[in-house]
């Protein structure tokens, strides 16, 4: 069955700054690990998002659709550099959709204001997604994932 999953994991190869590879787990609303072809694992965090902690409200909401856009199908990123945590930053798109607008779009996620450019289509998304009270916006008072992670949870 592994043998199975790594043959299906295969992969084309992208240029340095582009990384392709299929998504085999999808660990927070904003987090994912893919296997590239040389079948090394690349943990991605989506670029200029933040999802609600699992442990938070709309924590497992918005993983399970960020795993419903993506997981086990190829996701190709554009490398955005390193997270604090030395994770890889980056815009995916999985089957032709931008994970990262889509997050937003659908209300699971916030646009990071301490990455994201003051001139972002995500600001657009996100506030669209509240006028509609998608996601997580159907809470009264949504606690931003940075909010509470500084109040220890």
């Known amino acids: 069955m592994a043998a199975c999953a790594l043959v299906f994991a295969y992969v084309r190869s992208a240029s340095a700054d582009e990384l ?25 965090r989506l670029a200029d998002v933040d999802a609600p902690e ?10 399970q659709s960020l795993a419903a856009l993506c997981a086990g199908k190829t996701a190709e990123v554009q490398d955005r550099g390193l997270d604090e945590e030395g994770r ?3 815009w995916v798109m999985c089957a032709g959709i931008n994970a990262n607008g889509e997050q937003v779009r659908r209300g699971m996620a916030w646009v990071n204001p301490y990455t994201a450019s003051p001139t972002s289509a995500l600001y657009a998304l996100e506030g669209n997604a509240r006028l509609a009270r998608r996601g997580l916006w159907r809470d009264r008072r949504p606690v931003a994932p940075w909010v509470w992670r500084a109040r220890g949870r």
Do not use: C, N, P, Y
């Open 20 to 44: 392709v590879g299929r998504v085999v787990k999808v660990a927070e609303g904003d987090t994912l690990t893919i296997l590239d072809a040389d079948k090394q694992q690349h943990v991605i």
């Open 88 to 90: 890889k930053l980056g």
């Open 54 to 63: 699992t442990a938070q409200r709309f924590g497992t909401g918005s993983r």
